[in-house]
């Protein structure tokens, strides 16, 4: 489903992606990156993957066409062309590949900026961010988002790797293109994926399949955004729903399900490490009666705590009321 068009039509559009000047920036920083052909990326990935291979020059680079009809025929070319220059003992620079990886049973289809073919048939991912690397150094919290999203690729290569049915080596350690500073000149650090390889796998792995989720669903039931609001309101009712803050940053319905959290009064609207330390406490209601004494068991680690809390919470008040000794 169009999730951002649904939450639309419930009321409750989503808010979050990337602002217009940044979006800016960053197709102007990765346009100067993939300039001449691409010489000044390949020098990037030769400088700091392959420094022992021959030196990339302008007239042997192989950039060969991505274009075709739809993501499925993008996908189908994307392994066409890293079949037809791997091998061929040249750099190849794929702009901006198609790449499909089975998600629970779906097909998922990823963009990754750069695909570099090594003139030893290594395959290498490129990923081109603007956020700075200032003196050697970038903002870890943004560095692990690309290297997370970077491990997607991988995978999706190795699949592509897989059913060529040759020996083709997709590399662990992926390029990460960012500006110098504070400036608009390219640099480079080779980021190690295999940790961020191995949580996606596992993650990957347990995901439930598309057609047990189905299986659940009511029957009947249609998420089409042209439908009357109540409708969509049932509709999406009936699917199950933990909110957490996280959601924000992710999910285009984070907004309407805050929503009918903080109608529900559950404490998943909290934080879930919040929810995992309540217990069986569901509710905030229920956090408030077991804090002041009114309910919960006195044994219970999370009863137990909330009415210390409390205490010292009275006591603290107490103690800086107007008039109260210090």
């Known amino acids: 489903m169009n999730k951002a068009a649904l939450a639309g039509a419930l009321g409750s559009p989503s808010a979050f992606g990337q602002s ?23 020098r990037l990935v030769h400088a700091r993957l ?12 192989l950039t060969p066409d991505l274009a075709a009809a739809g993501p499925e025929g993008r996908t189908a070319r994307t392994a066409l062309a890293l079949r037809e220059v791997t091998g061929s003992g040249s ?3 794929l702009d901006h590949p198609m ?12 963009e990754p900026d ?9 395959w290498t991912v490129v990923e081109i961010k603007s956020f700075p690397i200032v003196d050697g150094s970038a903002d870890p919290a943004k560095v692990g988002a690309a290297a997370r999203q970077a491990a997607v690729y991988v995978l999706a290569l190795e699949r592509v790797a897989a059913m060529t049915g040759e020996d083709v080596r997709v590399r662990h350690t992926v390029l990460l293109v960012c500006p110098k500073d504070f400036s608009n000149l390219p640099t480079a650090e080779a980021v190690d994926v295999r940790k961020q390889l191995s949580v996606t796998r596992r993650q990957l792995a347990r995901l439930t399949r598309i057609e047990e989720i189905t299986q659940s669903v009511p029957d009947g039931v249609s998420f089409d955004p042209d439908r009357p609001a109540e409708e969509l309101t049932a509709a ?48 905030v209601p229920d956090v408030l009666a077991a804090a002041r004494g009114e309910a919960g068991d006195p044994a219970d680690p999370a009863v137990a705590a909330l009415r210390r809390a409390a205490a010292l ?3 603290a008040l107490a103690t800086t009321a107007p ?3 210090r």
């Open 91 to 93: 750099w190849a620079l």
């Open 236 to 283: 999406v009712e009936s699917v199950g729903a933990s909110y957490a803050p996280e959601c924000l940053a992710a999910c285009e319905l984070a907004f309407h399900c805050r929503e009918r959290a903080r109608s529900a009064e559950v404490v998943e609207q909290l934080g879930r490490s919040l929810r995992g330390e309540l217990g069986g406490l569901r509710t």
């Open 323 to 325: 008039g109260a000794p």
């Open 50 to 61: 392959d420094p022992g291979a021959p030196e990339p020059r302008p007239g042997g680079i």
């Open 99 to 110: 790449l499909a990886l089975d998600v629970a049973g779906s097909p998922a289809h990823l």
């Open 114 to 122: 750069a695909v570099v073919v090594h003139p030893d048939g290594g």
């Open 313 to 315: 919470r009275a006591e």
């Open 20 to 42: 217009q000047f940044a979006f800016m920036r960053g197709n102007a920083f990765e346009a100067r990156v993939k300039a001449d052909g691409g010489a000044e990326l390949l």
